[in-house]
């Protein structure tokens, strides 16, 4: 539900910052044959992560280029309620990695103007170091058994995932350098699936989880810099 709350809130957000927009701006012109545009998705912040993307649009063209770099660090307070848990109280979880991104815009229409609607496929590859610290499950060795228990434990486990997306969105430059973009997609995510850290945490269970494995709608907000 808080998922779903958070894409809607975008989406209106999204909606009421383009009618202002209108209202006091026109449609930039591409200043070079290849311009470049540098955005950040703050949304992200809530996830532990900053994500900064470098796009290169194509002039006269129909579609742009994007390259993508997450970095996430720190110790993770919000969006994951451990309901699931045993005990919550004190744990201390941090996550630790990157994520690439690589993606093609498709404008709906051919112009020389930066401001278009767009299709978006594209991929983002991520690796992290997830380190649990608190309560939680863990394996131990006796006689050449594996068991599991459960008590204080602080461990590192590495995960990996692959997000595969198609977005539909709107791109909006006004004033030659500002930029405005959001999108709203559907993508299949596919993660290191690992007992410990399903059984000790719910990082699993939501689309923007660490280790969430299927289908899961995005939605976003980008703001940045027409830098050429």
Known sequence: MKRFTLFILCFFISIHLFAQLRKVSYDEIAKSNYPISVSFQPIFLLNNALKVDLEMQQKEKTGAFIGGLEVYTGKITILYPQESNLDETNN????????????????????????????????????????????GFYTFEQDGVEY?????VEKDYPINSALFYGNLGYHK?????????????????TSTKNNEVEFSRNYNEYAYGFNFNGYAVQAGLKF???IK
Request: aromatic fraction near 18%.
């Open 224 to 226: 940045g810099f027409q």
């Open 92 to 135: 201390e979880d941090r996550i630790n990695g990157i994520g690439l991104n690589l993606a093609y815009k498709l404008k709906f229409q051919k112009s020389e103007k930066l401001t278009s609607f767009y299709f978006s496929p594209g991929v983002t590859l991520r690796n992290f170091k997830l380190t649990l610290k608190g309560e």
């Open 148 to 152: 599991y228990t459960y008590g204080p």
């Open 173 to 189: 430059v006004w004033k030659t350098t500002m930029l405005l973009d959001a999108y709203l997609g559907f993508g299949y995510k």
